[in-house]
Nanobody, 124 residues
């Protein structure tokens, strides 16, 4: 069992930056593919970024590529999402997720564990 807790959300002006964190319980954090998803009001949850177990392979949605950076510190059981050049359309609740057999990182159904989310609001 893994428990995930997101933090770092808040209100920021367009063009600003935020860093989200996802703290995981348990001793097998390094065994999981970790992902970030987001959901805006009235929209389905969408993939943002993912990191394979070693952190060597990372994946991004086209909408955030070049602006967001996913990273993980397996020694601290923590994953991060550095978000730069934020836009109003980045406003959403951001969720972190963990999965073992995530053959396709963009598919949320393949993730086993989810956090409760943290709100990110970008004002124009």
């Amino acid at each position: 069992q893994v428990q995930l807790v997101e933090s770092g959300g808040g209100l920021v002006q367009a063009g600003g930056s935020l860093r989200l964190s996802c703290a995981a319980s348990g001793r097998t954090f390094s065994s999981y593919t970790m992902g970030w998803f987001r959901q805006s009001p009235g929209k389905e949850r969408e993939f943002v970024a993912a990191s394979r177990r070693s952190g060597g392979s990372t994946y991004y949605a086209d909408s955030v590529k070049g602006r967001f950076t996913i990273s993980r510190d397996n020694a601290k059981n923590t994953m991060y999402l550095q978000m730069n050049s934020l836009k109003p359309e980045d406003t959403a609740v951001y969720y972190c997720a963990a999965g073992v057999l995530v053959v396709k990182t963009t598919l949320e159904t393949l993730y086993d564990y989810w956090g409760r989310g943290t709100q990110v609001t970008v004002s124009s």
